[in-house]
DNA sequence: CTGTTAGCGCTTTCAG
DNA sequence: CTGAAAGCGCTAACAG
């Protein structure tokens, strides 16, 4: 069927014998209309097709009942799992979340947000690309609309923030090695990202505060790719047995998958520990030892951020630890 | 710094003392301007912070530069690296990919392509949710605007197609497997996902054409859940050894994992086959044999729809096999 | 309860 | 090359 110009609020007002206003009234259920009236226009609406068009009442109210979303990258197990809660969480009360990926690019995720900002959307969730290069797009976003940071976060901006306590995380990894090793003498790893982003800069300075400020760090990216690397590297540097604690599960896969590969044992040579905690990498083989967030929750507190129209406020969640056989109890 | 009127174009127009058509001009390149008043369009619209209201201009062309993207789940991986791929070729001439996630559920299905097409997207690529039940609305989609559905197929529809060759995947299984074991002795099982999408069913239907039409069979959903569940209801059967294609690679992963928790060998007691090759699935230990979908030709193939304004067609890509350690070659 | 009408911000004829 | 003005489709005053 070649699509057709399609029907419009004064078609259905022509066809039902009444004015453009009972029709705008019956179909968003604003005021009251009279019954009779009310099926003639749905009757009208009906045999036109008649679909709304979001743009002129967008236009017309300025605003949308969309929540725009701007992720770094669908391919992250955890970004996808938050952009799945927030349409889940988003949904109840008719608001649509639209997700745009800026698939790592700074110019990208400008580009993003201001095509959110000129569509009108009713408030914006990000996270930013860049612990400092995102400042001018998240100030930007801030300054148009209600803006809420989500995992990660540009310091010094008038935008809300919704994530995890990176430090309460990592104590907890700290916390669970101690009771399974001396971490005095054993020694412990960090195959983190580089810094960029600031969960990746948090976990790293907890690391450094709860363990060791000298304590040995890899940094690369949050793939498995280079969690893989990131063990034949250890190996040649002539480790042996560690306690290898990563930034996320996807690296903590590629690690463990390279480990026993190389014939090392898990975790009688090497513990492993990720952190996350969502997507298919905790059924993997074997599963994982991790630190997991509260995705849901984070959602909800977001919609609530969302629908309340207080001063910016930042809210860190507790995650919790999830034994796992990469690093058992003792 | 609290939320703002923006300023519009006749602000624009006038800090510059040139009409509002000129500002047009100058900011959309629509038309020749005289460089002076350029320039000082230019200016004013820095000073004003000046942003393009995208709804308005929607509204007066009725097009929107965006395509939208309905998947029927944003967590399952190979759905996030379809709309991942999507953005990343739709970026480049300058258009908006917005993804929404139906949640697995019809009625959340319909309200995003209702809501896409409200807003005028130029182009509707979906996923959908069901293979007869969404029907309605991929033909409610068709009618109004320029339609592609992505790797599942509804019947009967005036959309256009792009996907995989499931009966070619399933015939590089069979001729992997063929290769290595006596398909006629040894036992073959299917792990799949219950009707309802395309492409479960024409991986189950291939399955009984290259196999056997009583190739055993276990239905569930796209999650490693169930691939779990799977494994446990194989071993509590009473299979000590076959080989088990499973429709996805996170069927798989769940499969492998149930396995080896439970002592089993893999290859040695069974061969476990995956479906999709993306995503961290591949990192995994071991390392699955799967199907690799071409995720990125497809993206581009629908970039080449979106923009010819051709006929409804349908592209079938070959997928290829990747052999890994959970079914080696001979 | 219903109808008329004025715009929301933009692009695009149409004159000049 | 520039400006004035119409109008995209809708909702919200306002008057009846």
Redesign the interface.
């Known amino acids: 069927?070649a699509?057709?110009r399609?029907a419009t609020m004064a078609d259905v007002a022509r066809l039902a014998g009444v004015s453009v206003a009972t029709v705008s009234r019956t179909l968003s259920g604003t005021r009251a209309v009279d019954p009779a009236m009310q099926r003639k226009v749905t009757e009208a609406a009906a045999q036109l097709?008649y679909?709304?068009?979001?743009?002129?009442?967008?236009?017309r109210q300025t605003r949308?009942s969309t929540v725009g979303l701007v992720v770094p990258?669908?391919?992250n197990?955890y970004f996808?799992?938050l952009?799945?809660q927030l349409?889940?969480v988003f949904?109840d009360p008719g608001i649509?979340?639209?997700?745009?990926?800026a698939?790592g690019s700074l110019e990208?995720e400008a580009?993003?947000v201001?095509?959110f900002?000129?569509?009108?959307v009713d408030a914006l969730v990000m996270i930013p690309v860049h612990e400092q290069l995102s400042e001018a797009t998240v100030?930007a976003a801030?300054?148009?609309?209600?803006t809420i940071q989500l995992d990660r976060h540009v310091p010094g901006t008038?935008a809300s923030y919704v994530g995890v306590s990176n430090r309460e995380g990592v104590r907890l990894v700290h916390e669970h090695v101690s009771s399974c090793i001396d971490v005095g003498t054993h020694p412990v790893v960090y195959v983190g990202a580089a810094q960029g982003s600031s969960s990746a800069h948090e976990r790293l300075d907890s690391m450094r505060r709860w363990f060791s400020p000298e304590v040995p760090t890899l940094l690369g990216d949050f793939?498995?790719?280079w969690?893989?690397e990131a063990a034949a590297r250890l190996l040649a540097d002539g480790w042996r047995s560690a306690t290898i604690v990563t930034a996320a599960d996807?690296i903590a896969?590629?690690v463990?998958?390279h480990l026993?590969?190389q014939g090392c044992s898990v975790p009688g040579d090497f513990r492993v520990i990720g952190f996350d905690g969502v997507?298919?990498?905790?059924?993997?083989?074997?599963?994982l030892t991790t630190v997991r967030q509260p995705v849901e929750e984070m959602a909800r507190s977001i919609r609530a951020l969302v629908e309340s129209d207080d001063e910016p406020s930042s809210r860190w969640f507790d995650p919790e630890l999830v034994i796992g056989e990469t690093s058992p109890g003792r």
């Open positions: 069927m699509p057709s399609s097709n679909q709304v068009n979001l743009v002129g009442r967008a236009l949308s990258d669908l391919e197990p996808s799992a952009a799945q349409s889940r949904s649509d979340l639209l997700v745009f990926s698939d990208t580009r993003g201001s095509s900002l000129g569509r009108q100030t801030a300054a148009a609309v209600h008038a793939s498995a790719a969690g893989r996807v896969v590629g463990v998958s026993l590969h997507g298919a990498a905790a059924f993997a083989y074997p599963t």
